[in-house]
């Protein structure tokens, strides 16, 4: 399958006809040589291939810290696509300088993954903190320097930024005047413009694979997408997250990064940025789609969970055709769906929460942040006067699918929220899972860890009910 694609790398318009299930790493190193993009882990782990990936959203550019291991060139159709190369002029970056300064930089290998990140920090923000700046960088990893160093000459370019007066400039001119980006970003957004329009991507008849955002099917199966015919669901316009008769709309193609942005999802979920925290690294999540995390149908998809305990609902499409099912009745086994192959997943929609409703969301992991879950659960519950009127529950990492919780959920209805009903939905519980032992955990570790998920949803959401200290 080959296809012309057009982007802009660095400085250049690049038009080629390529299969376009080739990744941009080979592509920029192998092709157009620019090796300052390493090749670390090649799972979206290690951040040394960051790369900045410019797009063109309401006539605003917007530029996102990506991992080029994982990111398909079929997804970079009239993009901006920015290695180290990129920002490098006659001089090194202020960001470069500081961190030879501070001796943050020992072999190397992962300097420029750092410097794309932290400039994307600097490019996506007004305000900055030290504590989001790390977290921007959070999925870059040096084994070299123990990141002391590193955090030192981030916060040096963060006071240097703090006391800089803008006198009035936008973003892009800002940090080119202080030596962060070269001349040449003023003029990318109308060379974007210009860049012809995306192209259809085949015929949906004869798809072997739909591929979203790729973080998972490029770590498994790069390779096997290589000369397959394939459509990309990033270029069906399905970015967006829509309000309509108290109902959110969510299209496929919609990045976590965006759904953790949303005003919308934060107003519904309060505590959505400490649920996002437990879920993938900023790179990870700037291309990670919500359709992809679902359709993947991991047992411990972070997004699918959330989603089954908001009783949310999908639409399928196939050419004209479309079907909406609930989507905890997409999973029939492991890795088995109520899906055609030619179908794919449009959008996922909820009813927006209502005011006396409450939710939550539980992760356990080897790593405490940034990893693949052991166990995961989300509750969704509604209350009136303590008693229990509409609940959801679901888990993660304890059976062949993700798991709606049905017949614990079925037990709590208009039970009253106290010590007595957390502990006699136990047993209940436990005879619906059918975890086993794996790598992230035995058998019975699993069960423990579910029974302890259930219990911080209410120690959370009902302090003031529940007796923790006789709880646990």
């Not at 400085?11 to 670390?40: C, M, Y």
Request: overall charge neutral.
């Amino acid at each position: 399958m080959i296809e012309e694609i057009t982007f802009i790398l660095n400085d250049d318009i690049v038009s080629i006809n390529i299969d376009p299930a080739v990744v941009l790493l080979d592509f920029i190193r192998k092709q157009k040589h620019l090796t300052g993009t390493k090749e670390g882990c090649k799972e979206g782990d290690c951040g040394a291939c960051s790369v900045l990936v410019g797009n063109l959203r309401n006539n605003k550019l917007e530029y996102q810290a990506i991992n080029s291991c994982l990111l398909p060139l079929g997804n970079i159709n009239s993009t901006h696509i920015v290695t180290i190369e990129g920002l490098n002029s006659i001089n090194l970056t202020q960001i470069q300088t500081e961190f030879i300064i501070k001796g943050a930089s020992q072999c190397g290998f992962c300097t420029p993954g750092f410097i794309v990140s932290l400039t994307g920090y600097l490019i996506n923000n007004k305000i900055y903190e030290i504590d989001n700046a790390l977290n921007s960088i959070a999925g870059n990893i040096c084994r070299c320097t123990g990141y002391t160093s590193i955090k030192r000459a981030v916060n040096d370019v963060l006071n240097m930024f703090n006391s800089t007066d803008g006198n009035g400039l936008d973003k892009i001119s800002l940090l080119i005047k202080n030596n962060i980006l070269p001349n040449y970003f003023s003029g990318i957004t109308e060379r974007l413009k210009k860049i012809q329009a995306i192209k259809s991507n085949g015929n949906d008849k004869s798809v072997k694979y739909f591929v979203a955002g790729g973080t998972d099917l490029y770590v498994q199966k790069s390779d096997e997408l290589l000369d397959q015919q394939i459509i990309f669901i990033k270029n069906k316009n399905l970015s967006y997250i829509r309000i309509e008769d108290k109902v959110c709309r969510v299209g496929a193609a919609t990045s976590f990064e965006m759904i953790n942005d949303s005003p919308v999802f934060q107003t519904c979920f309060p505590k959505l940025k400490n649920y996002f925290d437990l879920i993938a690294s900023l790179p990870i999540r700037n291309c990670a789609t919500i359709g992809g995390n679902i359709i993947n149908a991991s047992p411990i998809g972070d997004m699918t969970i959330f989603f089954l305990a908001l009783n949310a609902s999908i639409v399928l499409s196939k050419g004209a055709k479309q079907r909406k099912i609930l989507l905890k009745s997409l999973f029939k086994g492991y890795k088995q769906l109520d899906k055609s192959d030619n179908e794919f997943l449009e959008y996922i929609e909820f009813k927006l929460p209502s005011k006396n409703s409450y939710f939550n969301f539980e992760k356990v992991s080897k790593r405490s942040h940034l990893d693949i879950a052991s166990v995961n659960s989300a509750i969704y519950v509604e209350i009136v006067d303590n008693i229990i009127k509409d609940i959801h529950i679901s888990a993660g990492g304890v059976s062949p699918i993700p798991l709606y919780l049905a017949n614990t959920s079925r037990f709590l209805l208009d039970k009253e929220i106290k010590m007595d009903t957390v502990i006699d939905s136990l047993p209940i519980i436990q005879s619906e899972i059918s975890p086993i032992s794996d790598v992230r955990g035995s058998e019975d570790y699993k069960r423990l860890l579910l029974n302890q998920l259930f219990k911080a949803h209410f120690i959370e959401l009902f302090p003031e009910l529940i007796n923790v200290e006789a709880l646990i």
